[in-house]
Each structure stands twice: as C-alpha cells, then as structure tokens.
C-alpha cells in the first residue's frame, strides 16, 4: 500500500486547512487509517485515526477543532483543522494499518508540512 498526503502550507492562527491523503496498491490490506505529526524536537503523535468501523479517535490536543473523515470508495483519508494554533505547527503524516499474513505492519506516507504563524 503507497500513502500520498497533500494540502499542507502556511496559514495564519485561528485559520482552517484541510489535508489528505491517498492509498493505492492492495488498499483491501487496510484496516484503519489515520494521521500523525512531528513536530522539530518532539516525538511523532497520533492526531486521529479512524478504523474500517467504530467511531474515530483524536488527540485531546485536538479534540473539536479536527474532524478526520475517511472515503472508501476513493481510498482517502481527510483531515479537516480548524481554529489552528501555532502549537499545531508540524509534519503531518498519514498512516495506513495494514493486515498481511496473519501481522499488522503500519505503512507511513510522505508527510505534509502544516505551518501555523501567530
């Protein structure tokens, strides 16, 4: 499975930005979907994921502010920030769970920068 995000860039704080993200290849190996950020010094985090069923989970840093949606029938997973804050500043990474041969193994997608000024 290839991951491939896009829509970062630069907004001011309290704007809106929308990233996304595609898989293709054996996209029937996916069992949940969902995006990651690292920010310069820090760790990567989970922001929110949502599996093939079940309601998603977010980020406490998060919640109310990003809605993450997925499309199927297109095999994208969206991320939806709103009220953006400076402290969201990071590369965002998408993230596909994929089942093969009895394993889970996590494929990563290239990252999109999200810059956030004050």
């Known amino acids: 499975v290839q991951l491939q995000a896009s829509g970062g860039g630069l907004v001011q704080a309290a704007e809106s930005l929308r990233i996304s993200c595609v898989a293709s290849?054996?996209?029937?190996?996916?069992?949940?979907m969902g995006w990651y950020r690292q920010a310069p010094g820090n760790q990567r985090e989970l922001v929110a994921a949502v599996a093939n069923s079940g309601p998603p989970n977010y980020a406490d840093s998060v919640k109310g502010r990003f809605t993450i949606s997925r499309d199927n029938a297109k095999n994208t997973v969206s991320l939806e920030m709103n009220s953006l804050k400076p402290e969201d500043t990071a590369v965002y990474y998408c993230k596909a769970g994929i089942v093969a041969l009895g394993h889970k193994y996590d494929n990563w997608g290239q990252g999109t920068e999200v810059t956030v000024s004050s």
């Open positions: 290849g054996n996209v029937a190996m996916i069992y949940d």
